[in-house]
């Protein structure tokens, strides 16, 4: 098994696929219409791997950053480039929450706020972090 997507209500449609598609580097994959009415719905994100992130339609709630104010907590997207990926949401107009930084981990970390209030870690993942290491240990 693995995580095929992650599903996002959006307040703007638009604004949100500025920063997923510009901001990100993922592609729009398709649209799906409310099957009863054919009105707009979801829109897919293809983020690689086979994964994907899903955007609803009809979000009207704005969030904080306190992760108390949700029942998760942040979105961890994995990059090979942390100070790329950094520098290409800069180059598209996004403010860092938090600059690439090392973590406790080993991982490159930074922190970027979506325009809906998802928090999004991005982690460039260490060859001797712990994570690592249990990839290893379950995929050989």
């Not at 099957?35 to 829109?43: C, N, S």
């Not at 860092?96 to 406790?104: A, H, Y």
């Not at 060859?127 to 240990?137: D, H, W, Y």
């Amino acid at each position: 098994m693995n995580l095929a997507h992650v599903a996002i209500t959006v307040k703007d449609m638009d604004a949100a696929l500025r920063f997923y598609e510009e901001g990100l580097g993922f592609k729009r994959a398709f649209d799906m219409p409310e099957p009863e009415t054919g009105e707009p719905w979801i829109v897919y994100v293809y983020a690689g791997n086979g994964q994907f992130v899903e955007l609803f339609y009809g979000g009207e709630k704005d969030y904080s950053w306190d992760p108390k104010d949700r029942a998760y907590n942040h979105v961890c997207i994995g990059t090979d480039d942390i100070h790329k990926s950094t520098a290409r949401l800069q180059e598209a107009g996004y403010t860092m929450d938090i600059l690439p930084k090392l973590g406790c981990d080993g991982n490159w970390q930074a922190w970027v706020t979506d325009p809906d209030g998802v928090r999004i870690e991005l982690m460039q993942i260490s060859e001797t972090s712990p994570q690592m290491e249990a990839v290893k240990r379950f995929e050989g």
